[in-house]
Antibody, heavy 117, light 108 residues
Framework: EVQLVESGGGLVQPGGSLRLSCAASEFTFNNFWMNWVRQAPGKGLEWVAIIKKDGTEELYADSVKGRFTISRDNAMKSLYLQMNTLRPEDTAVYYC??????????WGQGTLVTVSS | EIVLTQSPGTLSLSPGERATLSCRASQNVGKNYLAWYQQKLGQAPRLLIYGASSRATGTPDRFSGRGSGTDFTLTISRLEPEDFAVFYCQQYASSPLTFGGGTKVEIK
């Protein structure tokens, strides 16, 4: 099982940008499709984006398309989420999550992003 | 987009009782690519069931999943104290990946 540790969360003003990172401990990181999933305070889970094992394919939720970009560096065993034009409704705990194909088998502990003035 | 509707929203039961959770999809979930996750307060979700009925590594056998097409069920045969949590179903057959709204299993 992959161990995942997110970082980069914090407080940002509406319209601002933030870059989240996720470090993986597993040496077979490049065998995993990787996702970002978020959870607003007191709410359910919302899938945000997914990236293919080799980074050649990305898919996004409509709510973030055009504003967020998922990327990965397999040599560094790292996943990223560049978030631009942030809105208050983007406030959530962001989880890095990976697995076999589109099935999520491993989750990080999450990092909190708060969008507020 | 496949919309997943979970019911009930909250289930109040006692340890030792049986829990039955429902997940209904707005359209057919191809290849039964339906998973169940458990999330305890303050923790990340954990995979319990995948492929509608296969237990993930470490999932106790009191958890079972069944169903196909648009109707899926997660059953906990006898609730243990550590089972009280929120459970989410998720489809991974088509993009966007979607989650149900969750069922909270609480101690009665």
């Amino acid at each position: 099982e992959v161990q995942l540790v997110e970082s980069g969360g914090g407080l940002v003003q509406p319209g601002g940008s933030l870059r989240l990172s996720c470090a993986a401990s597993e040496f077979t990181f490049n065998n995993f499709w990787m996702n970002w999933v978020r959870q607003a305070p007191g709410k359910g889970l919302e899938w945000v984006a997914i990236i293919k094992k080799d980074g050649t394919e990305e898919l996004y939720a409509d709510s973030v398309k055009g504003r967020f970009t998922i990327s990965r560096d397999n040599a560094m065993k790292s996943l990223y989420l560049q978030m631009n034009t942030l809105r208050p409704e983007d406030t959530a705990v962001y989880y890095c999550a990976g697995g076999v194909g589109w099935l999520i088998t491993s989750w990080g502990q999450g990092t909190l992003v708060t969008v507020s003035s | 987009e496949i919309v997943l509707t979970q019911s009930p929203g909250t289930l109040s039961l006692s340890p030792g009782e049986r829990a039955t959770l429902s997940c209904r999809a707005s359209q057919n979930v191809g290849k039964n690519y339906l998973a169940w996750y458990q999330q305890k307060l303050g923790q990340a979700p954990r995979l319990l069931i995948y492929g509608a009925s296969s237990r993930a590594t470490g999932t106790p056998d009191r958890f079972s999943g069944r169903g196909s097409g648009t109707d899926f069920t997660l059953t906990i045969s006898r609730l243990e104290p550590e089972d009280f949590a929120v459970f989410y179903c998720q489809q991974y057959a088509s993009s966007p990946l979607t989650f149900g709204g969750g069922t909270k299993v609480e101690i009665k």
